[in-house]
C-alpha cells in the first residue's frame, strides 16, 4: 500500500469516524470469511459500517475526532463498527452475533467521545432500539387523551343512567 491509498484509507475512516454517533472495536481472530460475510450483512441491515483496519491507520484517523479515546486501545487483530443513527442497533447486532459465535468478542467502544468497556457495550446492547422508545413515548402520549376522553364519556354515561331511573320512577309512580 503505497502512500496516496494510505491517505485516502486514513480519510475513509476519520470521515465515518466523525459522522458516527458510536464507534466499537472488535476482535475477530478465528472467523472464517463465511463468518465475516454473515456479520456485515446483518451490520448493514442495521445501518452499521464495518471495517477491518490497519492498526497504525485507524490510530492515525481517530486522532483529534470525536471517538479518540479509541486510539491507544487498539492492538493486534481488530475491526472498527460505525453507526450512525441509533447507537443501541450497532450494539444490539455485535453483542447477539457475538452470542451465537464464541471467536468473536467487542473490546471496547466510544458512545459520543465517552469509552466504554466490553460489560458497558453489552449492557447498552439491553437497552431498547429508537423505535421502540418512540413507540412507548407515542403510547404514552396517546394515553392521556385517551384516558381524558373516557372519564367525560363516563360522566356523560352516569348522568344518563340517573335521567333514565328517574324517568322509570316518576313514570312508575
Given amino acids: 500500500m503505497n502512500r496516496t491509498e494510505k491517505a485516502e484509507v486514513i480519510s475513509s475512516l476519520k470521515s465515518r469516524a466523525d459522522g458516527a454517533s458510536i464507534a466499537i472495536v472488535t476482535d475477530f481472530k478465528g472467523l472464517t470469511v463465511e463468518d465475516m460475510t454473515d456479520l456485515r450483512r446483518q451490520l448493514r441491515e442495521a445501518g452499521v459500517d464495518y471495517q477491518v483496519v490497519k492498526n497504525t491507520l485507524a490510530r492515525i484517523a481517530l486522532e483529534g475526532g470525536t471517538h479518540e479515546v479509541l486510539k491507544d486501545g487498539i492492538k493486534e487483530n481488530c475491526a472498527v463498527a460505525f453507526g450512525y443513527d441509533d447507537p443501541v442497533a450497532a450494539a444490539k447486532v455485535l453483542s447477539e452475533y457475538g452470542k451465537k459465535n464464541k471467536k468473536f468478542q467487542i473490546r471496547f467502544g466510544s458512545l459520543e467521545g465517552k469509552f466504554m468497556d466490553e460489560n458497558a457495550m453489552k449492557e447498552l446492547s439491553k437497552l431498547p432500539s429508537k423505535p421502540e422508545l418512540l413507540a412507548k413515548l407515542l ?35
Avoid: H
Fill in 139 to 173: 403510547g404514552t402520549m396517546n394515553a392521556v387523551p385517551t384516558n381524558f376522553v373516557c372519564l367525560f364519556a363516563n360522566l356523560e354515561r352516569k348522568f344518563l343512567y340517573a335521567l333514565t331511573a328517574i324517568k322509570e320512577q316518576k313514570e312508575a309512580a
